[in-house]
């Protein structure tokens, strides 16, 4: 779900927080057996770095990834464990200098950032109006052109996408609606064969397996079904008989690419399809022959497990497992364990 990262490179050098990694601390596991999800997210919140967040690290030197801090929210949320997690990480967001690093500060601001950190407000059961002194509705509005396009205001260029857009009209319908000219933008980007491009205004029309798995998400949340099922249908023909799907210019499918498009048609409420991706995931995960510390982690894909990919993989490839939509998950109710597989040793 991060297709932030152009940016990043940016962010990593302008701002340094300093951040050291600790020990999470130990929170009690929930009673019952947790499902698969639910270990998942158990697996990745004892990755999080006191706890509260993700880091990555460049050049030696580590630095707040609130994108990815952002995806274990929606994790966590999804499968309705590691609470206290969820709500540390959006304590943690919420500080000035978490905050404006992210969605930008002065002249600077990002449509893709601010809609993802205001789902993940919306989440939580935060009023995204009022998140760390910033209204980010009304940010977000401000960003909006002419077009119905949601674009960037900054000196470094427009990294705006789909997914910028897919996430600032989820966000949006979950706080009153996403504006009419948005939802029609997104829409009539659709590619001829009903998939949607990552990038808009190309010469040539590319549809994208993550961009439609989210564009789908969005036009639902929106009421637009019938391009949303356009979408739909793309993502049938290009899903692999073992479930997954691959990424644009990929060879072998992959956790992040499946997660998303499985959680699309969970949104839309074709299960079998959704179950035949969340098929694909389990069998992506480490279960009770892998090392203990492994355990209820995802792999990217079938190659092996690699760790500095298995943290996003991980988050979203939850979405898939959980069966349920960006539009509609919420932290309410969630447990605040941080579960593990129920393993004889």
Avoid at 36 to 62: C, E, N
Wanted: with cysteine; glycine share 12%.
């Amino acid at each position: 779900m991060n297709r932030f990262r152009a940016r990043a490179a940016v962010s990593l050098i302008t701002v340094a927080l300093g951040c050291t990694a600790v020990a999470a601390p130990a929170l009690a596991s929930t009673a019952a057996a947790p499902t698969s999800g639910q270990a998942a997210s158990g697996w990745l919140a004892r990755q999080m770095v006191g706890g509260s967040h993700f880091v990555t690290v460049y050049s030696g030197v580590s630095y707040p990834a609130q994108g990815e801090t952002i995806d274990a929210i929606f994790a966590f949320a999804a499968t309705k464990s590691a609470n206290a997690y969820g709500r540390r990480a959006i304590t943690w967001l919420s500080h000035a200098g978490v905050l404006y690093n992210y969605i930008g500060s002065g002249t600077e601001s990002y449509a893709g950032e601010t809609a993802k950190l205001a789902l993940a407000a919306e989440v939580r059961g935060i009023n995204p109006a009022r998140f760390g002194g910033v209204n980010l509705i009304e940010r977000l509005g401000k960003l909006l052109t002419k077009s119905g396009r949601y674009s960037d205001h900054s000196v470094y260029g427009d990294y705006s996408n789909a997914f910028s857009q897919a996430l600032a009209i989820i966000a949006l319908s979950r706080d009153g609606g996403a504006p009419a000219k948005a939802v029609r933008f997104l829409a009539d980007s659709e590619c001829g064969n009903g998939g949607f491009p990552l990038y808009f205004a190309q010469k040539t029309c590319v549809s994208d397996t993550d961009s439609t798995g989210m564009d789908v998400q969005a036009l639902l949340a929106a009421g637009d079904r019938a391009a949303a099922v356009r979408g739909l249908k793309w993502l049938v023909r290009v899903q692999r008989r073992d479930g997954g799907f691959l990424a644009a210019g990929g060879t072998v499918p992959n956790a992040n690419t499946t997660g998303l498009d499985g959680e699309a048609f969970a949104a839309a409420g074709w299960h079998t399809r959704a179950a035949l991706a969340a098929k694909f995931l389990l069998s992506l995960q480490r279960g009770c022959t892998a090392k203990p510390y492994l355990r209820g982690a995802l792999a990217y894909d079938s190659t092996g497990f690699i760790k500095s990919s298995a943290i996003d993989a991980t988050a979203q490839g939850i979405l898939g497992l959980a069966d349920v939509s960006l539009a509609s998950i919420s932290a309410t109710g969630a447990g605040n364990g941080a579960p593990r597989l129920a393993c004889a040793a």
